[in-house]
């Protein structure tokens, strides 16, 4: 997405369509978008996530507001994961933000891959600091030089550790709210095991977890996959990760990662133990995480020309109960209808407000939660009252239906589930029709060009994946790979790889990406 003002996209053309389309909506409610999600993807991407009261742009590029109706998305999302690695015997601390230049440089890949993004403390007050301290762009050498101390023997293992906290990675370009900001808030698992076998098992059990944190509670489907060599996680052994992908843009999107650190850190921070026959030996370590940025993901796969589109499972407010005044009829008695209705559904551990403002009318109101993406809209008019019925509206798809007040409760629940499967089934949809299969290095620029995710006869070879970055590299960005899925399709003998003509190892999905 182009950077204009600060680090809001910059302004464009819109299209005809969307022009004329949001400017009837902004004159009958004066809400709406100026951007439709075809017509100038960036802007509406911005407009959605502002509009719809989720961030608000702060005054250093790069940072943003998280405002409460993001941070309720991300406490549900939390309020799911930790218990579930709390059965696991992942324990919860906390680590300094501050971490000196002598400990960070002690893995020189790892720091090799985020030195452009350190940010440093140089100053305090009117003194420049004797040595300059970083701040945590991710906590392994922030926390290993303890574990070290802490692991003595095979009793003291496994270690295993998780902390909820923010990380700054400060030079980028395209700054993007949720996808890629200087600051942003994550969990990150740290453990360390006596065996290879007991870190392999871990590494898919939190990537199982990954998956379940898309695909069951935001609906946005996900490819569980290995990374390639290039783009592993720097100093570790191999990186796995969920991949999402953006059908409007053609690119995909890195959404967890589970990595297997091998040894490498264990190595470089002395972190042995006494095994059972009295020897010694080193870890074997994992990390992982997800961030906020699973959220950005959300919005852009879900969302539509009238705001956010939200999962009834992660939506701060599902059901949002609105009365409809209509002349003479008595306003009193149909807000009191909304407020009993409110009760019924909150009393079944349903998410629901009333909207009885009556200085907007009942337009406005439907605009205004509809751009906030909740997940149904229920009305209370004088004609619905008299027949002792609501109308609920699926925010998913507009669809309308009449339910009697004494069905309330479970239809209400059963559309909140079905809206939940319906938008993964869409989004999966939507996805699927993207992926191409290609054999040649023609077929790949083809589909490349039609911003496809493309699965790929591969060589695994390192140079190839970098001549294949050289020769797609555009303004759009080059293609690279995103992940060789678990679920390999059968790979013929004799098949030939896309890039190099020489034979293929492996199926890999590539494209270009966040």
Known sequence: ?????????????????????????????????????????????????????????????????????????????????????????????????????????????????????????????????????????????????????????????????????????????????????????????????????????????????????????????????????????????????????????????????????????????????????????MVWQNSWAYSTRTIGVMVMVHGDDKGLVLPPKVSAVQVIVIHVPYKDADVKEIMNACTSTVKTLCDLGIRAEADLRENYPPGWKYSHWEMKGVPLRIEIGPKDFANNQVRAVRRDNGEKIDIPMADLADKVKGMLDTIQQSMFDVAKQKRDACIQVTKTWDEFIEALGQKKLILAPWCDEEEVEKEVKTKTKGETGAAKTLCSPFEQPELPEGTLCFASGKPAKKWTYWGRSY
Not at 87 to 101: A, E, G, H, R
Not at 166 to 178: I, L, Q
Request: some cysteine; glycine content about 8%.
């Open 1 to 281: 997405m182009a950077g204009g003002k600060g680090d809001k996209p910059a302004k464009s053309d819109k299209s005809a369509a969307g022009a004329k389309s949001s400017k009837g909506r902004k004159k009958e409610t004066g809400l709406g978008l100026t951007n439709t999600k075809d017509g100038n993807f960036g802007e509406w991407y911005s407009e959605v996530v502002t509009k719809g009261e989720m961030i608000e742009y702060y005054e250093i590029s790069g940072c943003y507001i998280l405002r409460p109706w993001t941070m309720t998305i991300w406490e549900i999302m939390q309020n799911f994961f930790d218990p579930e690695i709390k059965k696991m015997k992942i324990k919860t601390c906390y680590f300094p933000l501050f971490v000196s230049n002598n400990v960070l440089q002690k893995e020189k890949d790892h720091i090799e891959g985020f030195a452009p993004e350190v940010a440093w403390v140089t100053r305090s007050g009117d003194s420049d600091l004797e040595v300059p301290i970083a701040i945590r762009p991710t906590s392994e050498t922030v926390m290993y030089p303890y574990f070290s101390k802490w692991i003595r023997g095979h009793r003291d293992l496994p270690l295993k550790l998780n902390q909820w906290c923010n990380v700054v990675r400060w030079e980028f370009s395209n700054p993007t709210p949720f996808i890629r900001s200087r600051e942003f808030l994550w969990q990150e698992g740290h453990t360390a095991f006596a065996t290879k076998e007991e870190a392999d098992t871990e590494v898919l059990e939190i990537l199982e977890l990954y998956r379940r944190l898309y695909e069951e509670y935001l609906a946005v489907p996900v490819v569980k996959g290995k990374k390639s060599e290039m783009e592993k996680f720097a100093g570790g052994l191999y990186t796995t990760s969920v991949e999402a992908f953006i059908p409007n843009t053609g690119r995909g999107v890195q959404g967890a990662t589970s990595h297997c650190l091998g040894q490498n850190f264990a190595k470089m921070f002395d972190i042995n133990f006494e095994d059972e026959k009295g020897e010694k030996a």
